[in-house]
């Protein structure tokens, strides 16, 4: 049975359109209003909380039953809206101008959420759905990577953070774990007594370049594939483009995981 995509953004709208946060307690509140038992709300509410809204009540009782129904529709409304720009003020930098800035029904919908965090569940799900199919068209450009030797522990964590960023469409971030799986991978292919020595010579730091650099001078002693050289050096290229130059493409992120994998399969 395949998946339905737009099933699962439709299935998620209606879920967050019946519970957006602060809905319910904004209804409650113009509802007690309405019937005359707003005093109920001192049982729950703080006090300087209670006294404001009850100035506002007994000022203007309609234009206070209207304002919170308001809200409640507010918050219905922008729910989905506000759940991305609360997940995007956690990735960007926030200007302290526009951290003042919002609606009072956001502010609100923030406050009962404190909890609950439905604010940035709602966001991160509509995301990755919006991620799965650019995620399996990106996935079917790769193929198994075997190799005939197994690889070090965190070679493989490396790998799979390098695959899932590029999956995700994390360009950069792809080089940047695609630079040092293949870093991992050659250190561990090393001759101990030749590490030791790359090690000294570098200070502990050497670098991709280095390392690719004195395996070209060694390669008898090593035992490493020449042809492996070709491939690793596009990935340590495209890795301090990556680093040093600016936001690689799709593209570029693509033939860099690419070159790694051909470079681990030379190599192990």
């Given at each position: 049975m395949p998946i339905n995509i737009r099933h699962l953004e439709n299935e998620l709208l209606r879920m967050t359109a019946e519970d957006a946060p602060g809905r319910e307690f904004c209804h409650a509140v113009a509802e007690l209003a309405r019937t005359n038992r707003f005093a109920?709300?001192?049982?729950?509410?703080?006090?300087?909380?209670?006294?404001?809204m009850a100035a506002h009540y007994l000022r203007d009782p309609e234009g206070f039953i209207t304002g919170w129904r308001n809200l409640a529709q507010e918050m219905h409304q922008g729910f989905i809206q506000h759940a991305r720009?609360?997940?995007?003020?956690?990735?960007r930098?926030?200007?302290?101008?526009?951290?003042?800035?919002?609606?009072?029904?956001?502010?609100?919908?923030r406050a009962l959420d404190t909890h609950e965090?439905?604010?940035?569940?709602?966001?991160?799900?509509?995301?990755?759905?919006?991620?799965?199919?650019?995620?399996?068209?990106?996935?079917?450009?790769?193929?198994?990577?075997?190799?005939?030797?197994?690889?070090s522990e965190e070679a493989d964590c490396y790998l799979d953070e390098a695959t899932r960023c590029y999956f995700l469409g994390l360009s950069t971030a792809c080089a940047v774990m695609c630079r040092s799986v293949v870093e991992e991978a050659v250190k561990q292919k090393l001759p101990p007594e030749f590490a030791k020595l790359i090690d000294r010579r570098y200070r502990g730091t050497p670098t991709l370049g280095n390392l690719l650099h004195e395996v070209n001078n060694n390669l008898q002693l090593t035992g490493i594939n020449p042809a492996f050289l070709r491939p690793a050096n596009r990935v340590n290229d495209a890795g301090?483009?990556?680093?040093?130059?600016?936001?690689?493409?799709?593209?570029?992120?693509?033939?860099?995981?690419?070159?790694?994998?051909?470079?681990?399969?030379?190599?192990?």
């Open positions: 109920e709300l001192e049982r729950v509410l703080p006090e300087a909380a209670y006294k404001e720009h609360r997940l995007t003020h956690l990735t930098l926030l200007p302290a101008s526009e951290s003042s800035q919002a609606p009072t029904w956001q502010e609100i919908q965090n439905d604010l940035l569940r709602a966001a991160i799900a509509f995301e990755l759905i919006g991620l799965i199919e650019p995620a399996v068209a990106r996935a079917t450009h790769l193929r198994e990577c075997v190799v005939a030797l197994p690889a301090r483009k990556a680093v040093h130059q600016g936001l690689l493409s799709e593209d570029e992120a693509r033939q860099c995981l690419q070159d790694a994998r051909r470079a681990l399969e030379l190599l192990l």
